[in-house]
C-alpha cells in the first residue's frame, strides 16, 4: 500500500497491528474487541485492512451522542451549515487524486473512473452548499378569510446511511452532503470491502469541522461493521431514516426491520438495466455507449447495462461490432494507463458470474464472447475476466435477476410495442436508455407508457448519471431518490403552518359549532 497516501490522508496514524477501530465521532475512535474483519484488495487479493466487532452498546452510546449533537446542529443556520461542506469540498480537491487511489485500491474500478468518483463527491458538495441557501416551503391560499398557510421543512435527526462496495465515497456523499445541510446529524455504515475510502472521507470531514470550533463538532460518524452490527443500527428508534444502498437482498432484510418501528426508509437497490438499439440509431454512438455500459467499473454498477435489445435490421452487424469492440477492451491493473476493466470484487462475485454463465447454457443461451477468467498480464490473485456476450431469449430465467458482473444479454426484437413489453417485464427498474432519431419513439419512451424505469435516456447508455438530477428506480429497485432535484426533502419533516389573523375562528369546510 502506498504509505505517502495513507499519510497524507491522516490513515496511517490509525492503522494498528491487526485493527483499525471500528467506530468514529467527530475526532473520537473507538477499536473493536469481538471477531476480526478483514477487506482484501479485488486488484491482489493483499489484506487491505482489519478492524474487530464493537459492541452493540458502543454504537448505541454513539447514536446517543449524535441525538444530543442533532439538538444544537439544527439551530445552526443552514447557509452556516453549507460553509462547513464547502470547506470539506476543498479539502477533497487538494486531495482528489488520494481518495481515487483508494477506491481503485478498494474497489478494482479503473483509476480514471475512482477521479471521477471524487469528482462526483465535489459536484455534490457544490450542489449541498447552494442548497443551504434554498431550502425552501410554500406559502398556501387558505379558504378561511384573513388566514394563511405556510409549509416549512425541519431538520429530521439522526440519519443513518449504509453504502455498497461499488461507489464508495459518492453515494455516502449524495446522502450525507444533503442530510448535513438540511440540519441531520449522521452515522454510516460502509461497505466493509472499502473500509480505507470510508475512514479518510470521515477523517477530511472531521478537518473540516474543526475550522469552525464554536459549531457542534460530533455531529457525523462512522462505523465499520458486519452485519449483526448494521441490523441493531437499523433498529435503533432514534434513527430516523435509513437510506440504504446495496442489492435488493439486502433491501428486503433491512426494510421490515424499520417499517416495524415506523421508521423511514430510503431504498436504492439493484438494476436490471436496458438499452433498446432501435434501426434509426446512430450505431456508432449507440456502440460507444453500450461498451461504457456494459463494461465499465467491470460491469459493477447499479446502472451497468445487462440487457441489449436489437432491432432485427441492424441485430447482425450490430453485434460483429460489438464483438470486436470487446476485443479491443484492455482488462488487467486498474491503476494502469489504457486498462479499461479492472477485476471483479472478490472470488463470491467471480463464482457468480461463473454459476449464472452455466445457467445460461442451461436455459438455452449462448456465449458469444468471453466469460473466462484471465491469469496471463494481470496482477496475480485478483479475478480478471473477459466481459461476457451472451445471446438468449428475454423469457430465461436468469435474464429477470441482477448479476453483479460482465455479463450482457443480446436479445433480437422487431416491434417497437413488443420491446417495450419486455423492457419493462422483469422485477427491478432502475435505469433505460433508448437509441433512436425517432422522435415518436424517443418521446413514448419517456412518457409514462413507456420505460417503467427511475433514470430514461435517449441516445445515452443507461450508466454515468450527473448529479443534479434525482437518482434511483421503481419495483424491486425501492422507489428512493437521491442526490439531486428536490431529493433534500427526503432528510426533512414537512410541517404545514395555519396562521389566522382576522377576529374571528372560522372552521375549515364551513363546519359551523357555535356554543
Ligand atoms: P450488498 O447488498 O452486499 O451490500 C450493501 C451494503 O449493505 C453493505 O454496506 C453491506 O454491508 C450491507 N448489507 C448487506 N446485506 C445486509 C443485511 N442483510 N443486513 C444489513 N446490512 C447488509 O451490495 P454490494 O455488493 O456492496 O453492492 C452491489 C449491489 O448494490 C448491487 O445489487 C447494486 O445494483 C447495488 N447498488 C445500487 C445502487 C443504487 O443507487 N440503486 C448503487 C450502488 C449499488
Known amino acids: 500500500m502506498n504509505d505517502n497516501i495513507l499519510t497524507k490522508l491522516g490513515i496511517s496514524t490509525l492503522l494498528k497491528k491487526d485493527n483499525l477501530p471500528s467506530l468514529y465521532l467527530g475526532d473520537k475512535v473507538y477499536y473493536g474487541t469481538g471477531k476480526q474483519f478483514f477487506s482484501r484488495s479485488p486488484i491482489d487479493f493483499n489484506i487491505n485492512a482489519k478492524f474487530k466487532k464493537i459492541s452493540n452498546s458502543k454504537v448505541e452510546k454513539v447514536i446517543d451522542s449524535l441525538q444530543d449533537e442533532f439538538q444544537l446542529w439544527q439551530e445552526v443556520p443552514a447557509p452556516k451549515r453549507g460553509e462547513v461542506v464547502k470547506t470539506f469540498s476543498l479539502?477533497?480537491?487538494?486531495?482528489?487524486?488520494?481518495?481515487?487511489?483508494?477506491i481503485t485500491l478498494e474497489s478494482g474500478k479503473i483509476y480514471e473512473e475512482s477521479l471521477g468518483e471524487v469528482q462526483e463527491l465535489i459536484d455534490?458538495?457544490?450542489?449541498?452548499?447552494?442548497?443551504s441557501r434554498q431550502l425552501y416551503g410554500l406559502t398556501i391560499a387558505s379558504e378561511r378569510f384573513r388566514h394563511k398557510m405556510l409549509e416549512q421543512w425541519h431538520p429530521l435527526g439522526v440519519v443513518g446511511i449504509i453504502s455498497a462496495f461499488n461507489f464508495p465515497i459518492a453515494v455516502w456523499a449524495w446522502n450525507a452532503m444533503l442530510a448535513l445541510v438540511c440540519g441531520n446529524t449522521i452515522i454510516w455504515k460502509s461497505s466493509s470491502q472499502t473500509t480505507l475510502c470510508a475512514i479518510a472521507?470521515?477523517?477530511?470531514?472531521?478537518?473540516?469541522?474543526?475550522?469552525?470550533?464554536?459549531?457542534?463538532q460530533n455531529i457525523f460518524s462512522l462505523i465499520l461493521a458486519n452485519r449483526q452490527t448494521t441490523k441493531s443500527i437499523v433498529k435503533n428508534k432514534n434513527i430516523k431514516l435509513i437510506s440504504a444502498t446495496g442489492s435488493v437482498s439486502m433491501g428486503k432484510s433491512i426494510s421490515p426491520m424499520?417499517?416495524?418501528?415506523?421508521?423511514?426508509?430510503?431504498?436504492?437497490?439493484?438494476?436490471?438495466?436496458?438499452?433498446?438499439?432501435?434501426?434509426?440509431?446512430?450505431?456508432?454512438?449507440a456502440l460507444r455507449a453500450v461498451?461504457?455500459?456494459?463494461?465499465?467499473?467491470?460491469g459493477q454498477r447499479c446502472t451497468s447495462l445487462r440487457r441489449l435489445f436489437i432491432h432485427k435490421k441492424i441485430y447482425k452487424d450490430f453485434i460483429s461490432s460489438l464483438v470486436k469492440a470487446y476485443e479491443c477492451v484492455n482488462i488487467g491493473d486498474p491503476f494502469k494507463r489504457k486498462v479499461?476493466?479492472?477485476?471483479?470484487?472478490?472470488?463470491?462475485?467471480?463464482?457468480?458470474?461463473?454459476?449464472?454463465?452455466?445457467?445460461?447454457?442451461?436455459?438455452?443461451?449462448?456465449?458469444?464472447?468471453?466469460?473466462?477468467?484471465?491469469?496471463?498480464?494481470?496482477?496475480?490473485?485478483?479475478?480478471y475476466v473477459k466481459p461476457a456476450l451472451v445471446k438468449i431469449k428475454h423469457s430465461a430465467k436468469i435474464v429477470q435477476k441482477e448479476t453483479f458482473a460482465p455479463i450482457l444479454y443480446l436479445i433480437e426484437y422487431d416491434s417497437f410495442e413488443e420491446v417495450l413489453?419486455?423492457?419493462?417485464?422483469?422485477?427491478?427498474?432502475?435505469?433505460?436508455s433508448i437509441f433512436t432519431q425517432d422522435l415518436k419513439e424517443s418521446e413514448i419512451f419517456m412518457s409514462s407508457i413507456g420505460s417503467d424505469c427511475g433514470i430514461t435516456n435517449v441516445n445515452i447508455g443507461t450508466s454515468g448519471a450527473e448529479i443534479g438530477g434525482a437518482f434511483g428506480g421503481e419495483k424491486d429497485t425501492g422507489g428512493g431518490r437521491e442526490s439531486g432535484s428536490d431529493s433534500w426533502k427526503n432528510y426533512m419533516r414537512r410541517v404545514t403552518n395555519t396562521i389566522n389573523y382576522s377576529n374571528e375562528i372560522p372552521l375549515s369546510?364551513?363546519?359551523n359549532f357555535e356554543l
Open 291 to 298: 461498451v461504457f455500459s456494459s463494461v465499465g467499473t467491470s
Open 340 to 383: 479499461l476493466m479492472g477485476p471483479l470484487v472478490s472470488k463470491k462475485a467471480y463464482k457468480n458470474m461463473q454459476l449464472t454463465l452455466k445457467k445460461v447454457k442451461d436455459q438455452g443461451g449462448k456465449i458469444i464472447y468471453g466469460g473466462e477468467r484471465i491469469k496471463n498480464n494481470v496482477p496475480s490473485g485478483g479475478y
Open 509 to 511: 369546510q364551513g363546519i
Open 201 to 216: 472521507c470521515h477523517l477530511l470531514l472531521q478537518k473540516a469541522i474543526k475550522a469552525y470550533p464554536t459549531l457542534p
Open 258 to 285: 424499520v417499517a416495524s418501528r415506523l421508521g423511514r426508509v430510503l431504498l436504492e437497490l439493484g438494476g436490471n438495466n436496458a438499452m433498446i438499439v432501435t434501426n434509426s440509431a446512430k450505431l456508432d454512438l
Open 421 to 432: 413489453k419486455l423492457h419493462n417485464s422483469v422485477p427491478q427498474g432502475l435505469s433505460s
Open 91 to 102: 479539502l477533497v480537491k487538494e486531495n482528489k487524486r488520494e481518495l481515487a487511489f483508494l
Open 124 to 131: 455534490i458538495c457544490d450542489f449541498a452548499v447552494g442548497l
